[in-house]
């Protein structure tokens, strides 16, 4: 867990305090440090591990993110819900290496805070290569996410491969919405789509009309338009990204073996923007990547 002193960083910075998991959630596990942004226009808590947006709320407005009941905020383990960081990998990996990437369960560093002209919150967070991520992912990098909280919730993640050679690189912004019901919730900006359907046998098939889950569902649409909008009764969530992926996922009754969703699954839709399977990437030497997404609400 990291020891690193935030308290210069967070001099004169109004709205940005850090407190233990388990006196901000009542949720077990062995306590992770929680960064709480609060001002008047929304507010929002992330994990540094992973840095790792666990809720965003507009002023006036619900929580957009669902957290798992059953989360557990454990060094080392993914936290269940939120907006977990698939990153440099997306999904399983060739040599068994752990899902997602290391990103997720790693500490990340706190870099910068500030206070924005509009009443927004920025903050700045980090995470460098070391000798152990080299063994994982022959690259040195750089990961910087900027984190924008005001009406919006905006995140820019910046992907610099320091490297002498090109690095191969899938990610997402696996964000677990809450809404009343996954089944009730149309999810529009996918019509005519391409997907790939990764429940059973691995299928191509085009999206006929609006999708709505009806159960289980792990499925990566391709080359997606910008936005897509969450129907969730009377309010719309708003997903707008640069990410040419999205994956759309519940694992429905599978959950109720799933040590850290159980029966809540019902309470959340998993719509991931990233860049995967055909929409893969590389970085190419010194270079830089850069991805966008903005999260909002309408009523
Ligand atoms: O349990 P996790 O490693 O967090 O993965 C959760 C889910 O992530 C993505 O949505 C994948 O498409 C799913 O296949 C996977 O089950």
């Not at 709480?36 to 947006?53: F, I, K, P, R, Y």
């Not at 707008?240 to 009754?253: C, D, F, L, R």
């Amino acid at each position: 867990m990291s020891n690193i002193d935030y308290s210069t960083i967070l001099t004169g910075i109004e709205g940005v305090r850090i407190v233990s998991s388990n006196e901000k959630y009542a949720q077990s596990g062995a306590g992770l440090p929680i960064v709480v942004v609060e001002n008047q226009l929304g507010s929002a808590s992330l994990a540094l591990q992973g840095c790792h947006l666990l809720s965003f709320v507009p002023a006036h407005g619900n929580d957009l993110l669902w957290l798992s009941p059953l989360a557990s905020f454990d060094p080392d383990k993914a936290i269940r819900g939120g907006i977990p960081l698939c990153l440099p990998w997306f999904g399983g990996h060739p040599a068994g290496l752990q899902s997602h990437g290391f990103a997720r369960t790693s500490d990340w560093t706190l870099e910068k805070a500030s206070n924005q002209p509009d009443g927004s919150t920025l903050l700045i967070l980090s995470l460098s290569s070391t000798t152990e991520t080299l063994a994982m992912w022959p690259h040195a990098f750089r990961f910087e996410m900027q984190i924008e909280v005001g009406t919006e919730l905006k995140l820019t993640l910046n992907v610099d491969n320091l490297s002498d050679t090109p690095a191969p690189f899938t990610y997402a912004f696996h964000t677990y919405f809450a809404v009343d019901d996954y089944t009730q919730c149309p999810i529009l900006g996918l019509e005519d789509l391409t997907y790939i359907d990764t429940v059973g046998e691995v299928r191509r098939l085009p999206q006929e009309g609006t999708l709505q889950l009806t159960g289980h569902t792990d499925r990566v649409y391709l080359d997606v338009p910008e936005a897509q909008t969450i129907v969730d009764g009377a309010r719309q969530i708003h997903i707008h990204g640069t990410a040419k992926s999205a994956i759309v996922w519940n694992a429905a009754e599978h959950a109720l073996n799933i040590a850290d969703i159980g029966p809540a699954y019902t309470r959340y839709v998993c719509v991931e923007r990233g860049d995967v399977f055909d929409n893969a990437l590389t970085i190419a030497p010194q270079s830089r990547f850069s991805s966008v997404m903005t999260l909002s609400e309408t009523r």
